[in-house]
């Protein structure tokens, strides 16, 4: 998955990778996947609290990574100015 946020809007999105016999599917699977996840009461609180937990955890660990650091400062430099 990937984000990017910006000043007065964002993009998010997912990578999926397949053979090509089955790129129909993947994308199928996929967009079913986005709808429920916005479809209100679809997410439980034990996925909520876990997905949560997850983004906080990934934070941390790419923090320790000064590539990371790095391209985080760019971003929040191009985005807010300063």
Request: proline content about 1%; hydrophobic content about 40%; glycine content about 8%.
């Amino acid at each position: 998955a990937f984000n990017s946020i910006y000043n007065d809007t964002g993009i998010f999105g997912i990578h999926a990778t397949s053979d090509c016999d089955f790129v129909g599917q993947l994308v199928d699977l996929a967009c079913n996947e986005f709808m429920l996840v916005a479809t209100p009461g679809e997410v439980s609180e034990v996925e909520l609290h876990r997905a949560k937990n997850s983004t906080i955890s990934a934070v941390l660990m790419n923090l320790e990574s000064r590539v990371v650091v790095t391209e985080d400062i760019g971003r929040q430099i191009l985005t807010y100015g300063s």
